[in-house]
Nanobody, 122 residues
């Protein structure tokens, strides 16, 4: 069983930056694809980015060029560096994990954190 704990959310002005962290425990971290999803009020949860066990990242079109996902296998932690934030980035951000996964969908991930709120003011 994998446990995920997100941190780093907060309130930031448009154009600002935040870095989210997700600490994992209970599994072999290096074998998991780690992802970030987000959910805004009244909307479905959507894919933001993932980084595969191989280290290959993938991003949604809405964040490409602004967000960077990275992982530190020694610390069992995945990060999401968010730059040039926009009000439409406001959402609850979730960390997710899937062993040797390749999915960009909610259904493709077995383990989820509780989420961390990101609010971008205009």
């Amino acid at each position: 069983q994998v446990q995920l704990v997100e941190s780093g959310g907060g309130l930031v002005q448009a154009g600002g930056s935040l870095r989210l962290s997700c600490a994992a425990s209970g599994g072999t971290f290096s074998s998991y694809t780690m992802a970030w999803f987000r959910q805004a009020p009244g909307k479905e949860r959507e894919f933001v980015a993932h980084i595969m066990w191989s280290g290959i990242p993938r991003y949604s079109d809405s964040v490409k060029g602004r967000f960077t996902i990275s992982r530190d296998n020694a610390k069992n932690t995945v990060y999401l560096q968010m730059n040039s934030l926009k009000p439409e980035d406001t959402a609850l951000y979730y960390c997710a994990a899937d062993r040797l996964g390749i999915s960009m969908t909610v259904a493709g991930y077995d383990y989820w954190g509780q989420g961390t709120q990101v609010t971008v003011s205009s």
